[in-house]
């Protein structure tokens, strides 16, 4: 996709000034940056969201007001409709953590799934609970890197390009769960492993370091393997399905794992979080029982708080059983 860059300072400051959003919708001017300014955006439980405007014609698009919707053209022709938890991007359409909102006459979206539309990258820290939107000449840094960037990880297979129907691995122990129809499908796992990864089931390596990535790439070890006891707890318990893919997609109760809505579970993972789902995997739990965990900087969770028993906090994340 081609992004026209954006070249000047005045550029610069023109986003800055378009992405001011007023003092009652919980202005945060520190939580999103992009070229190293803040950017004034709201969190939508936890979710970061930002005008839906500003950030296109900073990209290079053209946006108007078409009938009840944002429409930003470039690239691809972006449509938001506040109310509807979809961004249509050309003839796919993203699903949204939170509905699109109006603030003050913006249109506000959630950032992550926008920049993806647009070519970008978001780096979250969790360490800091801040979002960074890169632009694509951009180097990433940190621990999560652009999807464009293949990553030499050979014990793992490749992220299927195009989903189709949902199924399950062949190569899978327990039986399979009936299937949510928008669940993409499950790659095939190598007939022959070899290397370190061997004793490993691949498709479960596979989806359990990108979910330990989506939502623990900038925790330590011991916090991203505790996310991945979490959900191996789920698979052993019988409230929740009975594979790795399934719980990760589970959406009986709604969405489990926001990743899932947003995109980032298909963000390649670190060498560290391929590493956290072996070690779980392997049966090493630093987490006991837990089957919940949150950030309380960026929730409240009152439901787990009251109903669950607290086990421990590791980084930013707080575990409950």
Aim: with cysteine.
């Amino acid at each position: 996709m081609n992004i026209k860059p954006i070249r000047t300072l005045a550029a610069a400051a023109a986003l800055t000034a378009a992405l001011a959003i007023p003092a009652q919708a919980k202005e945060a001017p520190q939580l999103l940056t992009w070229n190293g300014s803040a950017i004034a955006a709201v969190r939508e439980g936890d979710t970061i969201c930002a005008s839906f405007r500003a950030l296109c014609e900073a990209a290079g698009y053209q946006v108007d007001w078409v009938q009840g919707k944002a429409v930003a053209a470039g690239a691809l022709r972006l449509t938001a409709v506040p109310g509807q938890r979809v961004l249509q991007a050309g003839e796919e359409t993203l699903p949204l953590p939170v509905a699109v909102s109006l603030r003050d006459s913006r249109t506000i979206v959630p950032v992550r799934a926008l920049a993806k539309a647009l070519g970008l990258e978001v780096r979250y820290d969790p360490k800091t609970c801040t979002a960074t939107i890169l632009s694509p000449d951009q180097p990433s840094g940190g621990t999560q890197k652009p999807e464009q960037q293949p990553e030499q990880t050979p014990s793992v297979p490749s992220a299927p390009s195009a989903p189709s129907a949902p199924s399950e691995p062949s190569t899978s122990s327990r039986p399979s769960a009936p299937s949510e129809p928008s669940k993409p499908s499950v790659p095939s796992a190598p007939s022959e492993p070899s290397g370190p990864s061997a004793s490993y089931d691949e498709n479960d390596v596979y989806w359990l370091a990108r979910i330990i990535e989506a939502e623990a790439g900038g925790e330590s070890g011991e916090g991203k393997l505790a996310v991945a006891n979490v959900v191996l707890n789920r698979v052993a318990s019988s409230s929740y399905p009975d594979t790795i893919y399934d719980v990760i997609f589970d959406t009986k109760y709604g969405t489990q794992f926001e990743p899932t809505s947003n995109g980032a579970i298909y963000n390649t993972p670190s060498e560290e979080s391929i590493e956290a789902a072996k070690r779980a995997l392997s049966g090493e739990n630093n987490i006991g029982g837990a089957l919940y965990f949150y950030n309380p900087s960026l929730v409240d969770a009152v439901w787990i708080r009251t109903n669950c028993t607290y086990i421990q906090t590791i980084g930013c994340h707080n575990f409950y059983a």
